[in-house]
């Protein structure tokens, strides 16, 4: 293999590395093992590395040719040079680019730990802390009222709420509701998203914003993120009331604004799904199987096997689906759109139902009645995938049974607070 130190100190922090790599002149040849690397052709630069076993013994500094890159490549030269004549810089640069590297998977600077936390860099997708009260019970019920009574739909809250919440991811706790970025580029242009229909939700939800906070007494204000997920809360009851029960649809406050200047662009474009099962979304691009792009998402919003079909069939019948009318009625088995019934699991297990490819495209399948041979539904592999996996089958026929219904709705609401809250760390 490669073998040898780059520098005179190798156990201890210098800018040996990068003088070395400029003060000398570099020929290929051949580690002990047998290995292609470089060495210095300068004499001098003989016997100033010390050996890592035998303190009598000494070597030459040595690089790899991705080190030689960083001088001889045109672009990198001007970043290594600079470096190389700002000591105090590249001490810099590298802690910050350490503490990124080992911490970039931890998520906002509020779950770190300790009096050595400096503060919240960009990376770490900063959200401002509220200088405000926070909003209470009897606001809450106001501005539910205020938002049904507006023009916007179940299904416009919904899909707004959950285009905010579920960019989550699990892995490295970055995305959720918290800083309404769904309003920001690039989240705000994200085909996913319906970029003309969530415009015109967020300046309805903005305005009433505005008259809440214009009025509030005592300092109280509300953000455009609680508002967002209150609103879908305030959806999820209303529909589960059209279905003929009184539920109630847990909601904490405590989100805030985040801005442009506290927003990387090429960092968040990172999180735009490519599918999205939960609203039967799957890029153009993609030829991977719609349902396993669900389990994807589903894994990386930390959702069970019950909590994923639960959310499914909940937010088919409100009818959360991205892409516009073409997409729409797929998989929303239903005569009862925005009522927050079990009529998704219902229709799907039908026995009566034969269902077949369609001519247009592989992926959407009708389904036929079999005894009078006209089309009922449409459906994806993801919808489909839910009365044809076993165990996701065995879900589905609990909340199609006689009594799912209850049963269903509880679960829905408590998934889907969960996935409302995946990000607020200060609630666990």
């Not at 931890?106 to 300790?114: A, C, I, N, S």
């Not at 990387?264 to 990172?270: G, K, L, M, P, Y």
Request: contains cysteine; aromatic residues 8%.
């Amino acid at each position: 293999g490669l073998e040898g130190a780059w520098t005179s100190t190798p156990t201890r922090w210098s800018h040996g590395y990068l003088q070395n790599l400029f003060q000398y002149e570099w020929e290929l040849t051949k580690s002990p093992a047998g290995a292609w690397q470089w060495t210095p052709k300068d004499t001098s630069a003989q016997n100033t590395v010390p050996d890592a076993h035998d303190p009598t013994c000494s070597h030459a500094p040595m690089m790899f040719t991705t080190d030689l890159a960083l001088r001889v490549d045109p672009e990198y030269e001007l970043i290594s040079r600079r470096f190389l004549e700002n000591p105090a810089a590249f001490a810099d640069a590298f802690a910050r680019a350490w503490y990124k590297l080992t911490h970039r998977d931890m998520g906002p600077v509020t779950r770190l730990l300790g009096p050595e936390v400096p503060e919240a860099q960009l990376w770490q997708d900063p959200v401002p802390n509220g200088d405000y009260e926070t909003i209470d019970q009897h606001d809450v019920s106001v501005l539910k009222q205020r938002i049904l009574s507006s023009d916007l739909s179940i299904t416009d809250l919904v899909r707004t709420a959950w285009a905010a919440a579920s960019t989550f991811r699990g892995s490295d706790k970055r995305g959720g509701a918290n800083g309404a970025r769904i309003r920001l580029s690039p989240q705000k242009d994200w085909e996913v998203n319906d970029p003309i229909q969530l415009a015109q939700v967020l300046a309805a939800l903005e305005d009433i914003q505005k008259t809440f906070n214009t009025k509030a007494h005592d300092k109280k204000q509300i953000s455009l993120a609680d508002l967002i997920v209150l609103g879908g809360c305030a959806a999820v009851e209303e529909a589960a009331r059209r279905a003929g029960c009184e539920a109630s649809v847990s909601f904490h406050p405590g989100r805030t604004d985040a801005t442009d200047e506290m927003t990387d662009i090429e960092s968040f474009a990172v999180l735009e799904p490519k599918a999205d099962g939960f609203r039967n979304y799957v890029a153009k691009h993609i030829d991977r199987p719609a349902e396993e792009l669900l389990l994807d998402k589903a894994d990386l919003l930390t959702l069970t096997a019950k909590e994923m079909t639960v959310l499914v069939g909940g937010l088919r019948v409100l009818g959360a689906n991205s892409g516009g009318e073409s997409q729409s009625s797929l998989g929303v088995f239903t005569k009862r759109r925005e009522t927050l019934s079990n009529d998704f699991f219902i229709n799907l297990l039908r026995q009566d139902i034969e269902w077949h490819k369609t001519e247009e495209c592989s992926n959407i399948f009708a389904g036929k009645n079999c005894s009078t041979g006209t089309v009922e539904w449409h459906a994806t592999r993801v919808d489909l995938i839910f009365g044809s996996n076993a165990q996701l089958r065995a879900i589905s026929e609990m909340y199609a049974s006689e009594d799912g219904q209850p049963i269903f709705i509880e679960d829905f609401i408590t998934t889907w607070v969960k996935v409302m809250n995946l990000d607020r760390f200060d609630l666990s």
